[in-house]
């Protein structure tokens, strides 16, 4: 049984072989360079004093500001940071986001605590990191994960500012933000909008998917997705909107199961009145939650945890693609089941890079202090309006009313964040094939993204002159 950090080190060093760099550059590539762990005192609401116990560690400093979101995890330790980290450095790199990777935790249940008690604990993390040099637009730059959202990212920003007054860049200093605080349109539902990309550019490929079995395109796959947080949610959302069926859904209470499909907000409502996905209409409740990976699909999305597929489960999974929403997903064992059996796992430290990259776009935004299409908006609908109008002259033809709103419209934030992201994802997924195509020997998906980041971060550290 390998840890976490252990596991993304055995599949470093196992694409490190399918590369020619010197052995100390990849060492140095794999080592998190600074480890920064905190324990600080909180009162809560009940007058008890309580040791919190959290983490951020910034793997790489090859290209700055680091970047990686906070988790508020029960399970959170120095470990489980150090891989994140390191996969954020990855995956960075993959999508040619100019970062080094980092990764925060604080080890908290959110909820056993008060909305209140949050709050406190959030600002005096963010009090520690300014403490130590560990935030900023231009050092380390946090995002959401796993048990923090907007709110968290809000009470972040609010306190980095106040403990630097006139910093004119402050809103940078983390991403995931709402609006109102200098967030961008569309970063919420990036990172499952990203996996929704990237799975669909994989499902375009006929010779891919005849290995499969499977016919090419999203329409009409069964899908099953694990976590009703804000990743799964957005899969289950673009997915069904696309015309896949989402026939399962796995929170931690219990599934909720319906071969005709589930409507994701539906069930989120219906939890949220009711507390648990039991009852919910036409559709079976499985109890034990970890039984719903194992039902007959097509894709699998985990997107919850870590080690949630291992030695143990992986050879009753029948899904054929197994899309890795989550970091971490699989362990090293569950990889190997599936690569002997022929199922595709398309690797998290890509496919879940919609979040970074929309936070890379909200990042530049605060640093430009400029809405996404303020500036051209209105130029460029006037001047399709002048186009369209020249050529309804010309041709003797009236455009559709419909058509005429279609050419016309001038590109909002959240336009071009969609086709950035979209961009992103699609070239992404085409290099990592590439590399497969080139070099038959690679085993899977996973191993030809790391020969990927791996190239990349070795090259600019040899730009630098650092390793020649
Ligand atoms: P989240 O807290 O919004 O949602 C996680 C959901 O998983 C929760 O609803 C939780 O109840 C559920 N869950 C917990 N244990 C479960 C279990 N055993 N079975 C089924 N469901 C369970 O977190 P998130 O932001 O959606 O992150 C999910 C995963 O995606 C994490 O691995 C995170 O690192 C990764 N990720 C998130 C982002 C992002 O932008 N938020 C970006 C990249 C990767």
Redesign the pocket.
């Known amino acids: 049984m390998y840890s976490f950090f252990e596991s993304v080190e055995r599949s470093f060093n196992k694409a490190a072989e399918y590369t020619k760099w010197d052995k100390g550059l990849l060492e140095q590539i794999k080592a998190c360079n600074s480890i920064y762990t905190m324990r600080f005192p909180v009162k809560m609401d009940d007058g008890r004093i309580e040791v919190i116990e959290a983490y951020r560690v910034q793997h790489s400093q090859h290209k700055t500001p680091c970047k990686g979101?906070i988790?508020f995890s029960g399970e959170v330790n120095q470990d489980e940071v150090m891989a994140?980290a390191s996969l954020m450095t990855y995956k960075c790199a993959i999508v040619n986001v100019p970062f080094g990777g980092a990764k925060g935790g604080i080890k908290i249940n959110p909820r056993n605590h008060s909305t209140y008690e949050l709050e406190k604990i959030t600002r005096r993390y963010t009090a520690e990191l300014v403490k130590k040099n560990f935030i900023g637009p231009g050092i380390d730059v946090p995002?959401?994960?796993?048990?923090t959202?907007e709110r968290e990212m809000a009470w972040i920003v609010d306190t980095y500012a106040s403990l630097k007054p006139g910093e004119i860049d402050a809103a940078g200093c983390v991403t995931g933000k709402p609006i109102s605080q200098g967030g961008v349109h569309g970063r919420k539902e990036?990172?499952g909008l990203g996996v929704f990309f990237g799975v669909r550019e994989v499902c375009k490929n006929a010779n891919t998917m005849k290995k499969l079995g499977l016919t090419t395109g999203i329409e009409g796959k069964r899908i099953i997705v694990?976590?009703?947080?804000?990743?799964?949610y957005h899969c289950a959302k673009f997915f069904r909107e696309n015309g896949a069926i989402v026939i399962a859904i796995?929170?931690?209470e219990g599934a909720v199961y319906n071969e005709n499909g589930i409507n994701e907000e539906e069930l989120f409502q219906h939890r949220k009145t009711t507390g648990s996905g039991n009852n919910f209409k036409d559709s079976t409740f499985i109890p034990k939650?970890?039984d719903a990976l194992e039902l007959d699909c097509d894709i699998l999305i985990p997107?919850?945890?870590?080690n949630?597929i291992d030695g143990n489960n992986a050879p009753r999974i029948k899904a054929k693609i197994v899309a890795e929403?989550?970091?971490g997903p699989l362990t090293p064992e569950a990889d190997e089941v599936f690569v002997n059996r022929g199922i595709l796992v398309i690797p998290d430290m890509y496919l879940?890079a919609g979040?970074v990259t929309v936070s890379y776009f909200e990042w530049l935004k605060n640093l430009s202090h400029v809405r996404y299409g303020r500036l051209e908006k209105r130029f460029t609908e006037s001047m399709n309006h002048h186009i369209l109008t020249e050529l309804e002259l010309l041709t003797g033809k009236e455009a559709s009313a419909k058509a005429r709103k279609l050419i016309e419209h001038g590109a909002d934030e959240i336009d071009l964040v969609h086709s950035g992201l979209e961009e992103t994802m699609i070239s992404a997924t085409q290099e990592i094939m590439e590399i497969m195509q080139e070099n038959p020997t690679i085993p899977d998906m996973r191993t030809a993204a790391y020969i990927c980041a791996i190239n990349k971060v070795a090259l600019s550290y040899t730009e630098l002159g650092i390793f020649p």
């Open positions: 979101g988790r994140l995002a959401p994960d796993y048990g959202g990036a990172t694990q976590g009703l947080g804000n990743v799964g796995a929170e931690y939650s970890s997107a919850a945890l870590e949630v929403a989550a970091n879940n979040g």
